[in-house]
C-alpha cells in the first residue's frame, strides 16, 4: 500500500485502486494475478470450467476462483476495481 499512496498521493487516493490487506482476495488465497496473453487468452476460454474468472477488464492479468463459474459461466466483469463492491470501505 505504501507504494500505491507514493503513486497516488494519499491512503483514501491508493484504496480505490489497491487492495488492503483485509480487502485483497490475492491474501485470501482466492485470486491470482497471470502473466502473457495466452494465458489470458486460455483463461478467457476455459476457465470457467475450472472456477477460473476474469474480474476487472482493466486488469486483464487478474484471476479469480469462482468455483460456481462451472454451471453459471463467469459473473460480468468490473470496469475497475473502484466499481467491485466487494471492495467497498
Do not use: K
Not at 55 to 76: I, M, Q, T
Amino acid at each position: 500500500m505504501s507504494q500505491a499512496v507514493s503513486q497516488y498521493g494519499s491512503r483514501e487516493r491508493a484504496a480505490r485502486w489497491v487492495a488492503t490487506p483485509a480487502t485483497s482476495l490475492h491474501v485470501q488465497g482466492a485470486a491470482a494475478d497471470v502473466d502473457g496473453s495466452g494465458t489470458q487468452d486460455w483463461i478467457s476460454r476455459h476457465g470457467p470450467a475450472f472456477g477460473l474468472c476474469l474480474v476487472y477488464d482493466n486488469e486483464p492479468w487478474h484471476v479469480e476462483l469462482r468455483p460456481d463459474a462451472g454451471a453459471h459461466r463467469c459473473p460480468p466483469t468490473y470496469a475497475d476495481p473502484s466499481n467491485d463492491p466487494r471492495l467497498a470501505r
